[in-house]
């Protein structure tokens, strides 16, 4: 899949855009499809009485301990209903699924040079994809809800509760239906991710930052080398294998996920910080739209994401630290570039 969709976007920024319209048609039409089949047609009395009666009971909690050895003597093992400071660490724990589903909100502006009106049409897309997919996931989890009980969400197979819940409403059939859902999912998302990437690389390159070749366009007017590169690298990516402490081989992009959110968060704290740089030392920019709540909104969301990534740090440190320490590595790399552009320039 990797490899089909990397060629499709090599033909053309229309064939890619194209084949992004329809199938995130596809995957919102089908996740619409399964909340309307768990509000109205699954609908369980039982899981409703035992969901919504109970909405803010704390049940099977799972303690949760410091991430490190010498962290246990120092910091309690927490639940969610040991007070506020568990409910802040397991809120904090329970935001890596959810804000990975929801991280590609921003890639938008990875492709803004191709948008025919990005000063309106940037942020209108942030904003109303985010709000989107916010309501969409929602009311599939008010559709869960009114479908599985409490205990069958928690211990549904691989964590895959859209499955329990159609396996709850057809039988056997709902594993196949969800399947499909799935791939169609997974073909539209593959494709915005590895459309909008390569631009990242392109842009890099044009800044000297990056190999040169990938900031070149092909005959199509797309970024071709920057994909193609970005193909292999994801390929090489999903087939490593990771050691397991118990002699068992695991899958490393099953880890990617838990590296991942831990440096976004850096990256999207560092992004609205600069909001604040650019304010003072550009104070006569052009500025087609502003932050919304500016200063008091960006300030909230700077401490809310820097509790998010201390509690992860102390909490999930193997996997927060890996993705920091990955953070970290590209600091002298930067340098490094960030020197033979100077010079280049100086050269010249």
């Known amino acids: 899949m990797i490899a089909f969709i990397t060629f499709l976007n090599t033909l053309g920024v229309r064939l890619g855009k194209l084949i992004q319209n329809v199938f995130t048609s596809a995957k919102t039409v089908s996740l619409v499809g399964l909340i309307v089949l768990g509000v109205f047609v699954g609908r369980n009395a039982a899981a409703i009485s035992d969901n919504f009666l109970h909405l803010w009971v704390v049940r099977n909690a799972q303690p949760l301990e410091p991430g490190l050895g010498f962290l246990r003597g120092v910091l309690p093992a927490v639940t969610a209903g040991s007070g506020f400071f568990g409910l802040l660490v397991a809120y904090s724990v329970a935001q890596v699924g959810s804000l990975f589903s929801a991280d590609a909100w921003n890639n938008i502006g990875f492709t803004a040079a191709e948008v025919k009106n990005p000063k309106r049409d940037v942020a209108l897309s942030m904003a109303l994809g985010t709000t989107i997919v916010i309501t969409l996931y929602c009311l599939a989890n008010l559709a869960y809800l009114c479908t599985l009980t409490l205990s069958q969400i928690q211990n549904a197979p691989d964590d895959r509760v859209a499955t329990a819940a159609l396996n709850a409403i ?138 998010i990534m201390l509690v992860l740090l102390l909490y999930q440190t193997q996997t927060a630290l890996v993705g920091l320490v990955i953070v970290l590595l590209g600091v002298p790399v930067y340098w490094l570039w960030s020197g033979r552009r100077s010079g280049a320039n100086t050269a010249t």
């Open 170 to 307: 057809f039988g056997s059939a709902g594993a196949a239906i969800m399947a499909a859902a799935i791939v169609i999912s997974t073909f539209g998302c593959n494709n915005g991710l590895i459309l909008a990437g390569s631009r990242v690389s392109y842009a890099m390159a044009n800044d000297g930052l990056f190999f040169r070749a990938t900031g070149k366009l092909n005959k199509r007017g797309v970024p071709g080398t920057a994909l193609v590169i970005q193909g292999v690298w994801i390929a090489i990516l999903i087939l490593a294998r990771t050691r397991k402490p118990d002699g068992t081989y695991g899958n490393l992009y099953g880890d990617l996920l838990n590296y991942v959110v831990f440096a976004v968060l850096i990256f999207y704290c560092l992004t609205i910080a600069g909001i604040f740089v650019l304010r003072k030392k550009r104070p006569d920019a052009d500025r087609p739209y502003k932050a919304f709540g500016y200063p008091v909104i960006p300030v909230l969301y700077i401490l809310a994401a820097s509790a």
